[in-house]
């Protein structure tokens, strides 16, 4: 063998070698297409919980309490109050770059001029009163007339028929009904109808009683609502002889213009769009700090920092700040109800943030399942994840919590309604802390999340600073991660109900916006 035949005998000798080697080798690993979305999601979710601060967003709550005080003394939808605040949000918002727009939309404004009650006999005494949105005023001064009661119903309908007036009976008298089974407009309706001047709607469970008749065409005559307390104890008052009132609820009611405050990343793919909100206008009684001040705070802030990230992200981000929530979630159903239908298909979820630094605070979490079983049923599908992400989040940062029932009383009513996921937190309104809650989140049970909920004591010295903490990392996260990763809505929820206190911070009827029923 010559030389050049050693040489390629050695080729191939090497290569029958190495076949065996690249038969062997595994196969390159298929890029995960899942892994860099997840991983951004991370970083920036991390960024923007260290990044947006209570202490920041305490900033906007100063300037709304600076607004409502040179504005006499609330920033209600259509009001100068609400038009400074949100030419405030629309402003910083613009400076930092988002594409910021108002939505304008009319409606009925209402301002309550006088909610009082007093019982003249058989024992003198003032009745805490509070008027129904959209309700009959009475004369200036007020009436005074007889009680009457209408039968309470052993499937808790009370009131909600005809015939549950007894013919005679009401004819110039104010028509005292307890809540449950129906509207309270349909209450008063048919206590007018039976001849009453007036009715008084008494709460079924603990708590004030604020509540709406939804539209001033419902209107019958001058209604207010109060505790479960004092209409029990009016009601055994008359079950043993009559009852004599003075009854004033008057209200101011006109159509004003007020506006919506929508701003949106200018990236993001539109077809994946995040939506989050909060309601920024208060009620006529006082600054609404807490309600709702401390959820458009908290989002503003969130906002702000996602922009100095400079992230670029995936899913397009949209911040919502509603006008004339407290009118009856007027703003977020216009909203809505002006929605194409691809507009509704690209919000593949909403969040909503109202009342988030109750002072006497729970700390509640959406029950986007129904695993309390509580309540309203689980939202649409996509809800229970989003119900899990945030649980899990606040797990992961000790922060205990409980479910709260999806009432429709904030503005997530109109996303749930055309089959929006939705989910979000809330700190408690009117509700009672029960001695459960206590232990599990301090402050003190038998006593409203809120004492000054639709009050004017709800400024800015009504805020709980470790609740507004705990919520603003909520959104933080909840802006950082699905800016780039909503792979989460399709992972499925093992069902666990709920046993326990758990759930009653939520309930039937602690979430917070006035009442239709």
């Known amino acids: 063998m010559n030389a050049s035949q050693r040489r390629a005998a050695a080729v191939l000798a090497a290569a029958a070698l190495a076949t065996p080697l690249v038969l062997a080798a595994p196969a390159a690993a298929t890029p995960d297409p899942g892994a860099a979305p997840a991983r951004d999601a991370a970083k920036l979710a991390r960024k923007l919980v260290r990044e947006t601060t209570a202490q920041d967003a305490f900033k906007h709550l100063q300037k709304f309490q600076a607004i409502a005080d040179s504005a006499g003394g609330h920033r209600a939808a259509g009001s100068l109050g609400h038009d400074a605040s949100a030419a405030y949000v629309y402003t910083q918002l613009k400076k930092a770059g988002y594409a910021v727009t108002y939505q304008k939309f009319d409606f009925q404004y209402t301002q309550t001029l006088a909610e009082k009650a007093a019982v003249l006999s058989p024992t003198a005494r003032d009745l805490p009163i509070k008027a129904m949105t959209y309700t009959k005023s009475t004369p200036v001064g007020g009436i005074k007339a007889a009680l009457a009661a209408a039968p309470v119903d052993a499937d808790g309908s009370n009131g909600c028929e005809p015939g549950d007036f007894a013919a005679g009976a009401f004819t110039g008298k104010i028509a005292l009904v307890k809540r449950g089974g129906c509207t309270f407009a349909a209450k008063q309706e048919n206590a007018a109808a039976a001849g009453a001047v007036g009715a008084i709607i008494y709460n079924n469970t603990d708590g004030a009683l604020s509540g709406t008749l939804g539209d001033a065409a419902a209107a019958k005559v001058p209604t207010g609502g109060v505790t479960k307390e004092e209409g029990e104890k009016l009601a ?58 401390s959820g458009s705070a908290g989002l503003l802030q969130t906002a702000l920092e996602l922009a100095k990230s400079k992230d670029k992200v995936r899913n397009k981000i949209r911040f919502a700040w509603w006008s004339a929530e407290e009118n009856g979630l007027l703003g977020s159903e216009h909203y809505v109800a002006n929605l194409s239908s691809l507009g509704k298909k690209e919000i593949k979820l909403y969040l909503n943030f109202d009342m988030i630094a109750s002072p006497n605070y729970g700390l509640f979490v959406y029950d986007g399942d129904n695993s309390d079983g509580v309540g309203a049923g689980p939202g649409p599908e996509g809800s229970a994840q989003l119900e899990r992400d945030i649980n899990d989040f606040m797990d992961k940062s000790g922060a205990p919590h409980e479910g709260t029932d999806f009432t429709g009383r904030s503005d997530y009513g109109p996303f749930i309604e055309v089959g929006i996921p939705s989910g979000g937190t809330f700190t408690g309104a009117e509700g009672i802390k029960t001695e459960g809650q206590a232990k599990k989140f301090g402050g003190e049970a038998g006593v409203a999340y809120d004492v000054n909920y639709h009050a004017k004591g709800d400024d800015i010295h009504n805020i709980d600073m470790a609740a507004f903490d705990v919520n603003i990392d909520v959104i933080a996260n909840a802006v950082g ?29 602690a979430d917070h916006d006035e009442l239709t029923q």
Do not use: W
């Not at 009852?243 to 101011?252: A, D, G, K, M």
């Not at 994946?272 to 600054?287: E, I, K, Q």
């Not at 792979?487 to 939520?506: C, E, H, Q, W």
């Open 481 to 509: 991660t699905y800016a780039h990763d909503i792979s989460s809505l399709k992972r499925p929820v093992a069902f666990v109900p709920t046993t326990g206190d758990a759930g009653s911070g939520g309930g039937l009827h």
């Open 236 to 293: 055994a008052e008359l079950a043993a002889g009559p009852v004599n009132l003075s009854f004033e609820i008057r209200q101011l009611q006109e159509k004003r213009s007020t506006n919506n405050v929508i701003a949106e990343t200018p990236g993001g793919n539109a077809a994946n769009t995040v939506m989050l909100g909060s309601h920024l206008d208060s009620v006529t009684a006082g600054p609404g700090i807490n309600d709702n001040g």
